[in-house]
Structure formats: structure tokens, C-alpha cells
Nanobody, 127 residues
Framework: DVQLQASGGGLVQAGGFLRLSCAAPGFSFDDYAVGWFRQAPGKAREGVACMRDYGGGTYYAEFVKGRFTISSDNAKTTVYLQMNMLKPEDTAVYYC????????????????????WGQGTEVTVSS
């Protein structure tokens, strides 16, 4: 089974930036919608950003609009989340997930029967 690996997390000061990466050996995001989620301690998981293949657009949660950008490399083997102007409230474990476009969903939604998930990466933003 494919497991996505999120990486690039770390400790950063408020106002700083990080770039997260999402990939799996031998896996291509061709024909997938890919999303980033996060879960802070004691809180529910929430969607952060999503992108769909073939120019299907990008989507962002209101609380990251203008600060975070989701993108992929030309080979569609890695999806990135560029996080700028980080705030302490962005502190969380960040996960990526992918769902094949044939399922007809706009973005991954947490349905692990259909979606590919993996290990997260921890982001800590100090004030």
C-alpha cells in the first residue's frame, strides 16, 4: 500500500516560513486531488489546502488564504505547502492526503477507505 510522507516541519518563530513536502517512493500525483490537513493538540483535524490535477484549481481554508500556497513539481511526484507569515495558531501536525479523481470528490475529505494518507510532520510556531 502507498503511504504518503509529509516532511519539512520544524520550529519557527512567528512571522517565519516553512515549506512542507508530500511524496511517496514511486508514486505520482497524476490524476489525483491532493490536500493538506492539520491537527493541533486537543483539536479536530481541519483542511488547510487542496489542489486538483489538470488545472482543477486550488482551494484554501480562510485562515490560511494569502499566507499558504499549495503546488506541485512538474513531474507531479511531490506536492508542496509553502507556509509564510506563520502564526502560533498554525502549530499542528500537518498531513497530506490524495484521492483519485475517478471518485468524483473535489478534495480529500478524510475518507481513508478511498484516500491515501501517511505520516504527518510537526510544525511549531513560537510567539
Amino acid at each position: 500500500d502507498v503511504q504518503l510522507q509529509a516532511s519539512g516541519g520544524g520550529l519557527v518563530q512567528a512571522g517565519g516560513f516553512l515549506r512542507l513536502s508530500c511524496a511517496a517512493p514511486g508514486f505520482s500525483f497524476d490524476d489525483y486531488a491532493v490536500g493538506w490537513f492539520r491537527q493541533a493538540p486537543g483539536k479536530a483535524r481541519e483542511g488547510v489546502a487542496c489542489m486538483r490535477d489538470y488545472g482543477g484549481g486550488t482551494y484554501y481554508a480562510e485562515f490560511v488564504k494569502g499566507r499558504f500556497t499549495i503546488s506541485s513539481d512538474n513531474a507531479k511526484t511531490t506536492v508542496y505547502l509553502q507556509m509564510n507569515m506563520l502564526k502560533p495558531e498554525d502549530t499542528a501536525v500537518y498531513y497530506c492526503a490524495a484521492v483519485h479523481l475517478t471518485y468524483g470528490t473535489t478534495c480529500p475529505s478524510g475518507n481513508k477507505n478511498l484516500e491515501i494518507w501517511g505520516q504527518g510532520t510537526e510544525v511549531t510556531v513560537s510567539s
